[in-house]
């Protein structure tokens, strides 16, 4: 019981926030109850306190071993309630029998806990010939920019697309009156004129050659060491393993150089994903500066999404998991839409279009009542809620 106890607290507390919205006139009251009472907040904190004093001693062998058992107590928890009836229809898993579940993401921010450009510009920094960093026999043909002026001139491109990227977001705002109801052409519109910029800033890099010079085998191992978002790598690891879920995944991406995430998730054993993301031009194993411009800009991502859902048949259900207003036409075009972090911008300009964003957990259980209640329900595209 003690490994599930924190387990219970978090579910219990969970669900008591739910009791005003579902009323108390059902079966699970009790249990409810009991679990999320802080009297049993209380006793599993001061379990979790007591094992802490207690491990203290232990060795690195036995902490294994106590991983293990807790390990185990999970997994035979999740097992009882898995093998209890279920006597209601339900909304979830998504992937019922005929379904094919089509899962996109994007890649930085969403999966990533930094944004792959500056690990470009970390690599081309440390393998300049000034620095210290570099090793002469990496060294190649193509002439690489250096030390200082590489520096400059990335701190310019930061500068200037900040200083840009702000001034569209204000003229957007600005400029489109607030509605309340949501408006997609509005909102399709406005990305547009994003796209340019972004467009715009991508020519800015490739004519300042400082991504030229790069080695591949430096950017493949930036990727197998790149910092994932917790859980991210398990999410996609658990659905590429799971042999009942009939879904493929999409990465589709802004990143200058699909190497890097390639190299990314097949340092997690998944080699299997589609990826829509930009490449860089080689010469032999190095680059030349230039970008094979794929997926650039919000009506890019639009794009490839809209491609992909074509190819299957009505049964489909898509989910689209993004971090920014690159990703927003996606999300609402999605049935589910689901945005990972917390962007200040794309909620100013969701909000502004007349978006709405609801937690995940709430929305879940407003579309199981719906379900129950034989109101119908349905994952909606361009409902303009995203979760």
């Known amino acids: 019981m003690v490994p599930c106890m924190r387990l219970y607290a978090f579910i219990g507390k969970k669900l008591e926030s739910l009791v005003d919205i579902i009323g108390n006139c059902h079966p699970y009251k009790k249990w409810i109850d009991n679990y999320s009472c802080e009297a049993f907040q209380a006793a599993a904190l001061q379990s ?102 590489l520096k400059n001139t990335w701190e310019e491109l930061v500068k200037q697309y900040a200083e840009e990227y702000e001034l569209l977001m204000e003229s957007l705002l600005v400029n489109q009156k607030e509605v309340e109801k949501f408006d997609y052409e509005g909102l399709r519109k406005a990305l547009e004129q994003l796209s340019e910029f972004e467009k715009r800033a991508n020519v800015r890099v490739t004519e300042s050659k400082i991504l030229k010079g790069l080695n591949l085998d430096d950017i493949k191992h930036a990727g197998q060491h790149l910092v994932l978002q917790d859980g991210c790598m398990n999410f996609f690891q658990g659905v590429v393993k799971d042999q009942n879920l009939n879904a493929s995944i999409h990465v589709v991406s802004y990143c200058w150089c699909g190497d890097l995430i390639r190299s990314a998730f097949e340092s997690g054993g998944i080699t299997n994903l589609q990826l829509h993301a930009n490449e860089f031009v080689y010469e032999g194993h190095v680059s030349t500066g230039e970008i094979i411009k794929k997926v650039e800009t919000p009506l890019d991502k639009h794009q490839v999404f809209t491609n992909v859902i074509k190819e299957h048949e009505q049964t489909n259900i898509s989910i689209y998991i993004g971090d920014s207003i690159g990703d927003l036409l996606c999300l609402v075009e999605a049935d589910i839409g689901i945005v990972v972090g917390s962007s200040s911008s794309l909620r100013k300009l969701g909000g502004h279009y007349g978006v709405s964003f609801m937690p995940l957990w709430l929305g879940l259980v407003m579309k199981q009542r719906e379900h129950v209640e034989g109101s119908g329900f349905s994952w909606t595209q361009r409902s303009g809620v995203v979760y």
Do not use: R, W
Request: aromatic share 6%; proline share 6%; glycine share 0%.
């Open 48 to 149: 979790e306190n007591l094992l802490d004093k207690l491990s203290v001693t232990l060795t690195g062998e036995e902490l294994d071993i106590m991983q293990k058992l807790y390990h185990q107590a999970m997994k035979l928890e999740m097992e009882f309630f898995l093998a209890q009836p279920v006597d209601q229809p339900t909304v979830v898993p998504l992937s019922k029998k005929h379904n094919h579940v089509t899962i996109f993401s994007d890649f930085d921010l969403t999966c990533t806990v930094v944004d792959s450009c500056t690990v470009f510009a970390d690599i081309a920094m440390a393998t300049s010939p000034n620095s210290v960093h570099a090793h002469p026999e990496s060294q190649s043909q193509i002439t690489k920019m250096p030390l200082t002026k």
